[in-house]
């Protein structure tokens, strides 16, 4: 049976996340799975590789696929469902298979509007995917389709949405990453834990509420294959860091001990900050830390159950900044009920932090998230402008605005955020290196605000 994963191209490269600087963390999982049961899939990451549509189809064509899946974003569904769609004209017979985010925020309705779909996952992937795969080879394929949890189908013109499946307990239990399968990188993407115990009213939470750990040996035992196997010095976790603290420290004493060379990254919460975890990070060669701190509001804060106030926030960055760990700030513009003064205390806030590298996004409402039923009935001031899943873009998409904040009065003040950090902090050097290295964004943005 052949199996090809993708993660599909983007029709035009916009923005950083277009063109990845890792392979795709959640196919490699899918593929292991596949791997430990005797399958033997391809993955064309075609983000990672930076390969255009052409190209995608070309692999597959040399392949004569069986089963292909997807994985895709909001953002990146219309790009999933024309890869899909070319893929039906030349293999009529392919079982396509869509997971990711949007999938799992609405199986059903993801069927109902992209007809090269067959079957959308919905939740944790890896057994329900396997669960397909396996089932595919049975004679009464359609029949055993109503018994795998976790998935939407069509069936007699009617489209089917089974019991969601319960997220796997034991994280331990998945194989590691089959990266073999992928082209050799220089960084790899870690996964710590899945779950999240936030409320954010922006976040989907796909992945569930309740935090299930990898065990630090599991980790510890993934960055040694990665440093002896694929002489990796870079890794990125890609979950917040510190959630439990005992934990954090037995990971970080191991990888002190043993792997004096890596450097890392991690997001983390401002609220799992201390100075004697962010030491030890720094020993153990933290390089950089992201915190999303969303606001310079408290009210909005609040109101959005993010679960920090700002005096946390100032005083996680300046802990970092102590021990020489470079920062970077996540912004959001367009909170529920934003106004012109609510959204100019986050660019006086963004300026005051004085972050090494920040990302001031639009709110976007996407699926499965709070805003995204505020925005739907219209509620708390907003406005939905567009249904094109291709405007559901933080950085230039053109979803949503608000009756006292229209789109151009955001990308406005989102460009204002920009230039207040880096001129009010005599930053310019490194203003001009920023707006080289993203001109696409940056010329995207400029021309926006330029018409209309």
């Known amino acids: 049976m052949n199996i090809i ?26 593929a292991a799975v596949l791997m430990e049961n005797g399958f033997n899939p391809k993955a064309i990451d075609a983000r990672f590789e930076n390969i255009s549509l052409p190209k ?70 890896e057994i329900t995917f396997l669960e397909l795969v396996q089932a595919y ?3 009464s394929f359609i029949d055993e389709l109503f018994h795998i949890n976790g998935i939407a189908f069509r069936h007699n013109k009617k489209i089917i949405r089974n019991n969601p499946r319960p997220f796997i307990s034991n994280l331990d239990s998945l194989p590691l990453p089959a990266w073999d399968i992928f082209p050799p990188s220089k960084r790899y993407g870690i996964m710590l834990q899945r779950g999240c115990p936030g409320r954010c009213n922006f976040c989907m939470r796909v992945l569930g509420d309740t935090v299930r750990h990898r065990s630090p040996e599991n980790v510890f035992n993934e960055i040694k294959i990665l440093v ?19 934990y954090t420290h037995k990971l970080l004493d191991m990888m002190i001990e043993h792997f004096p060379n890596i450097k890392w990254d991690t997001p983390m919460r401002v609220t799992s900050m201390n100075e004697e975890l962010i030491k030890k990070m720094k020993k153990a060669g933290c390089e950089r830390i992201a915190f999303g701190v969303e606001s310079g509001d408290s009210r909005i804060l609040k109101n959005s159950q993010k679960g920090i106030d700002l005096k946390k926030a100032i005083a996680a960055c300046q802990i970092a900044k102590r021990y020489h760990i470079r920062t970077t700030g996540f912004f959001i513009l367009g909170h ?57 873009n933080k950085q230039i998409g053109n979803a949503l605005e608000l009756k006292g904040l229209n789109r151009k009065e955001l990308e406005r003040l989102q460009l204002l ?3 207040k950090l880096y001129l009010s902090n005599f930053r310019i050097i490194e203003l001009l290196k920023i707006v080289y290295r993203y001109k696409i964004l940056a010329f995207s943005i400029l021309k926006k605000l330029l018409t209309n």
Not at 7 to 29: F, V
Not at 105 to 119: N, T
Not at 234 to 241: A, K, M, S, T, V
Not at 353 to 366: A, H, K, Q, R, T
């Open 5 to 30: 994963l993708i993660n599909p191209p983007a029709s035009k490269i916009l923005e950083e996340q277009d063109i990845t600087n890792r392979p795709h963390l959640g196919l490699a999982y899918l």
């Open 56 to 125: 995608v189809v070309r692999q597959i064509k040399g392949y004569t696929p069986d089963i292909i899946g997807i994985t895709a974003m909001t953002n990146m569904i219309v790009d999933a469902h024309n890869l899909a769609k070319t893929i039906k004209e030349l293999f009529p017979k392919a079982l396509i298979v869509i997971g990711g985010p949007h999938a799992s925020a609405m199986p059903e309705e993801v069927l109902a509007e992209f007809s090269c779909f067959d079957i959308a996952v919905f939740g944790e992937g």
């Open 137 to 139: 080879r049975s004679i």
């Open 228 to 246: 002896e196997k694929y002489s990796v010095t870079d890794i990125g976790f890609i979950e917040n860091f510190g959630l439990h603290q005992g």
């Open 336 to 392: 529920p009920n934003e106004t012109k003064d609510s959204a100019k205390k986050t660019i006086d806030l963004i300026a005051k932090m004085n972050l090494d590298e920040v990302s001031i996004g639009i709110m976007v409402p996407y699926p499965g998230t709070e805003i995204y039923k505020l925005a739907k009935a219209g509620k708390n001031g907003y406005i939905m402008i567009s249904n094109n899943w291709k405007d559901f």
């Open 417 to 419: 955020g920009y230039l």
